[in-house]
């Protein structure tokens, strides 16, 4: 048997086509600075035990402004906390937990928004009508009510706030999957699949999913942003990670009624979270602005 | 149109009945610790049941649920845990004080997010448009508790201006609204500054205005006249739906700086789990999210004639 594609150019797979994709936003300025702003904070996450200059939770000498230096200690660039822990340590180290807790609370979210979203949008009928009704009550929550009942409930912990944003978040995707689908599941390819006879679920998978990745990775980049303002606010509300470890929302909430005495111990890591975000926002402004291009 | 308003209005009264099952579940997780936090972390086992036992708490669940949603129906939302009074007592002044702060947040954000909004749209990827658009992003990008942080750090620590809580202790003051309204409007009008110049520069490469330049008509006339009718629909939608948002960033800035409001009372009532309380809190909000979701899908469908009758 002769091999029909054979002179056919082979394509490339669509996991190269969405890098090269996603390669493009170097053609944008606001783009880039997004992404630098993240690479930024992932080094120093990665590196965060050969960059940070002391340890993180070490009490060393309180109440130093930044800048101060201390005979056989060194110095304090961003100065130290109420307990004499040094700002600048604990930013770094922070920077690890949300860059941990963020993607994964996120990923989480669309591991289970995405196949509802899919189901929706594909089945229609009942399927869909549930499906979007539960997620019209969830969505029907101000955000942060439901998250503040969700933890005070469950109790704040590493897995429940994973758990709070995935519970919180999944509709949103849901919603976005699936007016996706609706529009993708008409084109020709599907009806080719379905006339081949492939499975529902695996139309739903390989066919639509894909192509549905452009305004998806635009919201992911988005939502990555809300989940870090969201772990940021828990924090900040005392409902966050438990301590000592370095939360970037924690610190502001440990140091804020010094704050009229002490600010640095609470605008540094104001200016580091509200950074972050940035890269992510301006990344997805990037990509939404590559992605229209052509 | 009487059809599709009646129908709106009785998807949000099923919502609301559904999410308040959802509340009593999720509450119901931990109902037996409410014991704990009345009689303290010292009363013995015994004495939490018969508390339990003599405040109905022991109820077949489905009991308890009805016997609420009755009562609430009726305007009865049970007694505060925390506060010892009916609950009703609690949430309508602070309900009012929240109205206060979202109502002095809106009459900022609306006008200032439409004017950016319209600019940076009526000429896109000119310098104006691109300065408005990063400007938008960069400000959303802040989260509420960081923007009280560095604005209080400005204008309390280093100027000196404003005073640093708004419990509003001596009677109203118009000086200690004006931080927690700036967080809140700093926060929540990018958005709408981004949705309306989308809907503007879209308005914008339409044929009509198009020909309303072609035809001679002076750029303020067109922008006024035709654009902007066209521009402001979606919009409208935005602002309604961004209720929703500011009903969250209410809860972070009332907790900053202290100010006596609905947010702050849901996180005290949360944290100590004061269930009644909670259940009320949470329904307002939600109450507040589905109305105004409401009125912006039938708003949209009388401003915009050619979806009227869909």
Redesign the interface.
């Known amino acids: 048997m002769t091999d029909i594609t054979a002179g056919i150019p082979r394509r490339e797979s669509s996991i190269i086509r969405t890098l090269k994709g996603m390669a493009l936003i170097r053609e944008s300025a606001?783009g880039m600075i997004g992404l630098a702003l993240i690479l930024f904070w992932g080094v120093l996450a990665i590196l965060a035990d050969l960059i940070a200059p002391f340890d993180p939770n070490a009490t060393l000498y309180p109440l130093a402004f930044p800048g101060t230096t201390v005979e056989g200690m060194g110095t304090f660039w961003l100065g130290t906390d109420h307990l004499g822990r040094d700002v600048l340590s604990r930013i770094i180290h922070g920077s690890r937990t949300v860059l941990i807790f963020a993607p994964l609370a996120t990923f989480c979210a669309y591991l289970v928004g995405i196949p509802m979203g899919l189901a929706a949008g594909y089945r229609r009928g009942m399927t869909d009508a549930i499906l979007s009704?539960i997620s019209?009550?969830i969505l029907?929550?101000?955000?942060?009510?439901l998250y503040?009942?969700?933890i005070?409930?469950?109790g704040a912990s590493a897995t429940n706030i994973i758990i709070a944003v995935t519970f919180a978040s999944a509709p949103g995707i849901f919603r976005i999957v699936r007016g996706l689908v609706l529009d993708l599941r008409n084109r020709e390819y599907v009806f080719a699949a379905e006339t081949r006879g492939e499975t529902p679920w695996r139309i739903m998978l390989v066919e639509i999913l894909p192509n549905a990745r452009g305004p998806l990775i635009v919201d992911a980049c988005l939502r990555v942003?809300y989940v870090i303002?969201t772990i940021?606010?828990l924090g900040?509300?005392?409902l966050g990670l438990p301590p000592p470890d370095p939360d970037w929302?924690g610190m502001?909430n440990e140091t804020?009624q010094m704050?009229?005495s002490f600010?640095h111990m609470?605008?540094f890591p104001?200016?580091a979270?509200?950074s972050l975000?940035?890269g992510f926002?301006?990344l997805a402004?990037g990509l939404r602005e590559v992605s229209l291009r052509d | 149109m009487l059809i599709f308003v009646v129908r709106r209005f009785g998807t949000m009264v099923l919502t609301m009945v559904v999410v308040s099952l959802l509340l009593f579940l999720l509450l119901e997780i931990n109902v037996a610790s409410v014991a704990i936090k009345v009689l303290g972390p010292y009363s013995s086992e015994e004495q939490r049941q018969i508390w339990l036992e003599a405040n109905g708490y022991l109820e077949p669940f489905y009991i308890r649920y009805f016997t609420w949603l009755g009562n609430f129906v009726v305007g009865d939302f049970g007694e505060s845990i925390r506060f010892k009074v009916p609950v009703g007592e609690v949430l309508w002044p602070r309900l009012g004080n929240t109205g206060i702060l979202g109502l002095a947040t809106m009459i900022v954000v609306v006008p200032l997010a439409l004017c950016l909004g319209v600019l940076a749209g009526m000429k896109e990827g000119s310098g104006l448009d691109r300065t408005i658009s990063v400007g938008s992003i960069i400000t959303t990008s802040i989260p509420e508790f960081a923007s009280a942080v560095l604005l209080s750090a400005v204008f309390v620590f280093y100027l000196d201006l404003l005073p640093g809580t708004s419990s509003m202790a001596g009677g109203f003051s118009l000086n200690q609204l004006i931080l927690p309204v700036m967080v809140l409007v700093l926060y929540d009008f990018g958005y709408v500054t981004r949705m309306t110049r989308a809907s503007m520069s879209e308005v914008m490469m339409t044929h009509y205005i198009r020909t309303a330049v072609l035809k001679g008509l002076p750029y303020k006339t067109v922008i006024l006249r035709h654009a902007l009718r066209n521009a402001l629909i979606a919009p409208f939608t935005v602002i309604m739906l961004q209720i929703n948002w500011l009903l969250s960033g209410v809860i972070v800035v009332e907790f900053f700086y202290a100010y006596k409001g609905f947010g702050a009372l849901l996180l005290e009532a949360s944290l100590n789990q004061d269930i009644f309380l909670i259940e009320a809190c949470a329904m307002v909000a939600v109450f507040v999210a589905v109305a105004t979701q409401t009125i912006a899908d039938v708003g949209y469908t009388y401003l915009n004639p050619r979806i009227r009758f869909a």
């Not at chain 1, 029907?140 to 009510?145: Q, R, T, Y």
């Open positions: 606001v009704f019209n009550v029907s929550f101000p955000v942060l009510v503040i009942i969700i005070a409930t469950i942003g303002i940021g606010v900040f509300l005392g929302g502001i804020r704050a009229m600010p609470t605008v104001c200016i979270i509200s975000v940035l926002n301006l402004d």
